[in-house]
């Protein structure tokens, strides 16, 4: 029995999980957040058990009688793990075996930023956040994407790579095998250190989590702005990273000679907007003159929505009521 046109949308990372429940004429219903979901992280069963008991919070917030094997219409579920193509259909089965609607659409949870862009879900959309991942799909339904499993599949960049850069180089600085960076003082004051080998040194030594390197990107970023050299050829190897990735991807996707809308997102390329995103749309424009480049700062829980509702066949007007009340909800607060 399906469950009163309810749509779920899911939106799984490896920091936090957001659920929405909305009804096939764009009515948001209910909205909670959750821990991270990923199944790298926590192992397929319960990651997806997790998600469910979102689920069911959501369904109770949204004053839903109780489900009593009811299924919702259609479940968009995008989460963070589900990077080859093994790993995403034993997401959808695991998520299939749950029974949390009668139509199913899994997939890795970049594909929820560029739903969130485009409203479509056709395009390509590279997100820097934790680490960096690119996804696309063509009008003809091809598909485009990247192991994304780190150094070990050739991928630079994110919130570690960023860090072990600044911290390298204020290091370097510091003992003059490289040029002076404000990134020496910012690096070491923001761990409570003397200097930037100080730091390197507490790593080594045990005392410094090597994982809060993570942190340090906003550190770049403002000393990028500031016009330090070091600082902004990092944030410019970033950049590379990232037009790298859209151009194989519209290779991929035979689009290179099409108009596309490029979609970035991940909190290191909002919060590097001034710095990178010129940068990078010239570098794609070179390679793709039709292509577009946009940033995405809506959150990807509304493209998985987006997703849902077209999976429902639902019309524009659905897509403009889900995005009127998601943005009368938060109002200032954090989706």
């Known amino acids: 029995m399906t469950g009163h046109n309810v749509i779920i949308a899911v939106d799984g990372g490896n920091s936090k999980t957001d659920v929405l429940l909305l009804r096939a004429d764009g009515t948001v219903l209910a909205s ?31 004053g839903l ?16 793990g589900a990077d080859l193509p093994s790993e995403e259909t034993a997401l959808a089965d695991a998520v299939m075996a749950r029974g949390w609607a009668q139509e199913n659409h899994v997939a890795n949870d970049v594909f929820a930023v560029l739903w969130a862009a485009t409203g479509s879900g056709f395009g390509v959309a590279v997100t820097v956040g934790a680490g960096v991942n690119c996804v696309g799909t063509a009008p003809s339904g091809r598909r485009a994407w990247f192991p994304a499993l780190g150094e070990i599949t050739g991928d630079w960049g994110g919130g570690p790579d960023i860090g072990m850069a600044a911290l390298g180089a204020g290091v370097r600085s510091e003992d003059g095998r490289g040029p002076e960076t404000m990134l020496a003082h910012a690096v070491a004051s923001y761990f409570g250190c003397a200097s930037a080998l100080d730091v390197a040194v507490a790593i080594h030594q045990g005392s410094l989590d090597p994982a809060r390197l993570v942190e340090l990107p906003p550190l770049v970023v403002s000393a990028a702005a500031a016009g330090d050299p070091e600082a902004v050829g990092i944030m410019r190897r970033q950049g590379t990273e990232v037009t790298r990735l859209a151009v194989a991807a519209l290779h991929q996707l035979k689009m290179q000679d099409s108009p596309v809308t490029i979609v970035l997102g991940g909190s290191v390329l909002v919060s590097s907007r001034s710095i990178l995103l010129d940068y990078i749309s010239d570098g794609i424009r070179a390679a793709a003159p039709k292509a577009q480049t946009v940033l995405c700062t809506t959150p990807p829980v509304v493209g998985a929505a987006l997703a849902g509702l077209s999976l429902a066949g639902a019309n524009g007007t659905a897509e403009t009521r889900l995005r009127a009340s998601l943005e009368a909800a938060s109002d200032g607060a954090e989706l």
């Open 32 to 62: 909670v957040r959750g821990s991270g979901s990923s199944p790298h992280q926590l192992g397929l069963g319960p990651a997806v058990d997790l998600v469910g008991d979102l689920i069911h919070q959501a369904w109770l917030e949204a």
């Open 65 to 80: 009688p109780a489900r009593d094997g009811t299924r919702a219409a259609v479940a968009a579920v995008f989460m963070a």
